[in-house]
């Protein structure tokens, strides 16, 4: 007895260790200046509701969001099509009635990549038995592959929570890039990354779900994808500052795991050359930089429905912590912000996206 409450004190005292340690780093994190390079490079995305596709909107609606598009530098559009259910399975309608929305969207912004959302979202750790078997397998990428037929321009799966190391993510990312073929966009929603090192482990333990992905999982997740966001919500975070230094590091952590699938540098940045990347092998990424685009969510909705709201996650601190951590790191191409949720995000919200990431220093 004596043992085992030695061992419960001496987890729960490296857990205050940790959590102190990461207050202190990413409270320092969120500090500075960013460079004026660092900020929109015209390659962004955002999400949007199955009400897109289920015929609920109307002209006005279309309207403002061509304007949202084309003022947010929106270069894809994530649109909720389906919810997976642990078999595998799905209800076809929203794809299947996507006709309309993909017809405008083919009329009025053409060159903007409209993906079907397909979204799974449960509790519990991953660890043991992998989050779905090879049949739900099999279900999900039959599933990509109507929703690619059905007009859209690939798929974007947000599967979650996934542990780290969970092979049976990765073998359904081969398995749907089988089926959806070589020209369909193929992208997914990450995990955050472990903030500091020691963070994941004692996290897991008290959530008994992942929360943070390892940077080596990440890369694993991001060979397989021609587009990856790394979402920036429910975070956990208290406050705005530690909220803006975790951020910070999400940048960080996140590009320097994707070097060198991500290593052309931005125009006007100051990382004009990469000593680990190169820059001079050509590879099979999306935009030609040798590897999927990388976006970094922000959360501009305020209805628990597409998650928990907290105070202290804000668009204007998430934008400047990209900023930021962009700043420290050096940008790399194709590297942009996905608005988490484009229905839910309010004028105030909007304002705050394109002026703190869009046009900052215009």
């Given at each position: ?42 390659d962004n995305a ?28 929106l270069t894809e ?272 919200d909007w304002a ?11």
């Amino acid at each position: 007895m004596t043992w085992l409450l030695k061992r419960i004190l001496a987890g729960l005292a490296a857990i205050v260790v940790v959590a102190v340690g990461a207050g202190v780093l990413l409270g320092a994190q969120f500090s500075g200046t960013p460079k004026p390079w660092a900020a929109s490079q015209g390659d962004n995305a955002a999400w949007l509701s199955g009400r897109w596709v289920d015929g609920e909107r109307d002209e006005d609606d279309f309207a403002s969001l061509l304007r949202r598009v084309e003022r947010g530098e929106l270069t894809e559009l994530y649109v909720h099509v389906a919810n997976i259910d642990p078999e595998g399975r799905s209800d076809s309608a929203g794809y299947e009635s996507a006709g309309a929305f993909l017809d405008w969207a083919e009329a009025e912004i053409p060159e903007v990549t409209v993906l079907g959302w397909l979204d799974h979202s449960t509790e519990g750790s991953s660890l043991a038995g992998g989050r779905f078997d090879e049949d739900a397998r099999a279900e999900i990428a039959a599933t990509a592959g109507e929703v690619t037929e059905a007009g859209f321009d690939g798929v974007h799966l947000a599967v979650n929570p996934v542990s780290t190391n969970d092979t049976t993510l990765l073998e359904l990312l081969e398995r749907t890039r089988e089926e959806i073929g070589p020209d369909a966009v193929l992208a997914t929603r990450a995990h955050s990354v472990e903030p500091v090192a020691g963070a994941r482990l004692p996290v897991f333990a008290l959530n008994r779900e992942e929360r943070y992905w390892s940077k080596g999982y990440l890369r694993r997740v991001a060979e397989r994808v021609d587009s990856i966001v790394i979402t920036g919500h429910e975070t956990g975070m208290p406050l705005s500052s530690l909220y803006g230094g975790f951020m910070v590091r999400q940048v960080e952590e996140a590009l320097s795991a994707l070097e060198p699938l991500t290593n052309e540098p931005a125009k006007g940045s100051e990382a004009d050359t990469d000593e680990e990347g190169g820059g001079e092998e050509d590879a099979d990424g999306e935009d030609g930089s040798g590897g999927p685009s990388v976006r970094f969510g922000v959360p501009s909705y305020s209805s628990e429905t597409w998650g928990a709201v907290s105070s202290a996650e804000s668009v204007d601190t998430a934008t400047e912590a990209v900023r930021l951590g962009l700043t420290d790191h050096g940008q790399r191409g194709d590297v942009g912000i996905a608005v988490y949720v484009l229905d839910d995000t309010s004028d105030e919200d909007w304002a705050a996206y394109t002026d703190g990431w869009v046009r900052p220093e215009r």
